[in-house]
Every structure is written in C-alpha cells, then in structure tokens.
C-alpha cells in the first residue's frame, strides 16, 4: 500500500517540485495550500511568489492539476493570527527582533498542518523546504544541511520537533536551486520560472513599524538617542522602529557611522554605538529546543549561527539553572540580537537552538 504524503504547496517552483519528485518516487500524494492571511486586500501576491495570497492558491491548484493530485486549501487563519502575528507584534512592543517565519514553521506549517493532515490519513507532511531530514546514531531525528548552501534553510527549521520531523519529508533539499527549475520546466510545471518569495509575507512594504501601528491602534511615542556614556544626541521616532545593529535610517548626524547597540523599553532610550562596540563573545540563550541531543550536561563545543545570514562559527554551550545555556564564541561576534534565534550545528546537522534574550 501506497503510503500518503501532503505537501504544503505555496504555488512556488520548490514546493511544487517537492510534490512531483514525491509522486515520482511512488507516495500517494496530496497537495494542501494554507491559507493563513486574515484580510486578502492587503496581501495579493501576484508577482512576489508569496505564499499566501489568491495567486498562490491559483498557481498551487494549477500544479495539482498537472501532476493529477488531489489539492485541498485549509484554513489556518486562526492559527497564524495567534502563533505568528502576535507574537511578531509582542516581540517588537518589548524591544525585541521576532522570527516570524520560524514560527510559522513551527506552530503552523508544522503544528497545525500535521494535525489535518494525521485526519486525513496521510503518513507524512513534506515541504519544498532546501533541508534534509536524517535519523542519526542515537536514533534522534534532525533536520541536515541541504546540498546547497546558497538557499539552505535548516536555520529557520531548528524549533521542530521529534514527532514532526519522523513525519517529514523534504525532497527538494537534495538539489541545488537552478535544477529545481529545471526538474520543474521539464515536468511542465507551470511555475518554473517564478519568482523566489521575499521578506515577510503579511508585511508587503516592508515597514513593519507602520504594520504594528495598524494593528494595534496605537503610537509608540518619541525618545532619546543615547551613547554607551548615556549622552543624549538626538531623538528617536519609536522604539519599534529599531533593531540591534541598524545604521540607516538614524538620522543622528556623527563623526564615525553610529549603529544600534541596546534597546531600552522601559526608559524608551536607543542606545547608539560605534561598529566596534557591537562585537562581544558571549550571550545566553532561553526556549532551546534541542533536536540532535536531549540536552546538554555540561560543556559542548558547536558552530553557533546567530541570524539567518552569519556563516556561523566555533562556540561553547554550556546548561544553565531553568533550561537556559550560556554560548560563548571563540571569536567576538556581532550584534546579538534578543528576539533573533540562535542555533548550533554538528557536523552538518543541528544539535539545537534558541532566543537570543
């Protein structure tokens, strides 16, 4: 008997891919776009390859109609409202940097499309994610690197867990991108040559700031541009408007190009700096979800990355009291970002992740 696989399709060229090669190696497959946006004016995706407007639901049923798999769209508002744009509203109120995306994931890409998809009879959920799931010597299942290192996604993967990734398949993350679209033209996919999908998909201007104003009706009130002395050189237009490590956009007229050090809530000061200050070894990590080990008993040596795009590098875990772990790099690194998540790597694996606080 054949065993059942739902893909999530986001009507782009790597999702579909994943639920071909799947139909091709022989799964009972079943396509499943989620729709997660609460208003459709404001989120059209025509020509951004996002993943979830109308245009994303189009695309995805026209693959389906291709490859002759049955396709399905799944309210999941609810769930993202909840699980990811509160959360990303929460975050930036209290002065830090969410990963929404990461929590999509997580609660409901994951979460939420595996609990549908178990009443559907399917044995697995898949994704058109650039990962690779492996069952390593302990017998703990982790998310690898893909073949490609240009779109390797593990980073915003590191949160699944045990259950999830013994029901995942992820097909797309033993290729290199520009042979997606190839596997794709030659299927007759009519999503080949789409665009890749950029930024925040319920953020379409990129002005997260004006976003969270919308939503929660309310103005973040003006304050102090400080230095590392507490010197006073200018004001801010809200604290939401910054992220450790920001240049642009300051506005503060300087010598020597300043950057964001320290966000401060409760006195609503942003704390400026110079390139050099941001650079420090250590920070400490909260929420771990440990994925290739259960947990840490003492000192770990791993190459910690602390944003989507740092090439990570060698570092020290070590457990700390109430599920903590303090991370220590051998080399000063820069911009810790609380909100941002960290995540550690063995081999070319993760061993486990967290927030950065």
Known sequence: MKKKVVVGMSGGVDSSVAAYLLKEQGYDVIGVTMQIWQDEDTCTLEDEGGCCGISAVEDARRVAEVLDIPYYVLNFRDEFQQNVINYFIDEYKAARTP????????????????????????DYIATGHYARIKQIENGRY???????????QTYALYNLT?????????????????????????????????????????????????????????????????????????????????????????????????????????????????????????????????????????????????????????????????GKVKCTF?????????GQAAVFYENDYVLCGGTIL
């Open 99 to 122: 990963n929404p995306c990461i929590a999509c994931n997580r609660y409901v890409k994951w979460e939420s499309l595996l609990q549908k998809s178990i009443m559907l009879g399917a």
């Open 330 to 338: 051998d080399e000063p690194q820069r911009a810790f970002t609380p």
């Open 162 to 322: 045990q259950e999830q990734l013994k029901r995942t398949l992820m097909p797309v993350g033993d290729y290199e991108k520009p042979y997606v679209r190839e596997i794709a033209e030659k299927a007759g996919l009519p999503v080949a040559h789409k665009h890749d999908s950029q930024d925040i998909c319920f953020v379409q201007d990129g002005d997260y700031a004006s976003f969270i104003e919308r939503e929660t009706k309310q103005k973040f009130k003006p304050g102090n541009f400080v230095d590392i002395n507490g010197n006073v050189l200018g004001q801010h237009k809200g604290i939401i408007h910054y992220t450790i490590g920001q240049r642009k956009g300051l506005g503060i007229t300087a010598a020597t190009p300043l950057f964001v050090k320290e966000l401060r809530p409760k006195t609503n000061e942003v704390v400026v700096c110079k390139s050099e200050d941001l650079f420090t070894n250590s920070c400490i990590i909260d929420k771990v979800n440990y994925m290739a080990i259960p947990g840490l008993t003492g000192p770990y040596k791993a190459i910690g990355k602390i944003r989507y795009s740092h090439k990570g590098a060698d570092c020290t875990l070590e457990p700390l009291e109430n």
């Open 142 to 152: 982790v998310v690898a690197n893909s073949v490609t290192s240009a779109k390797d």
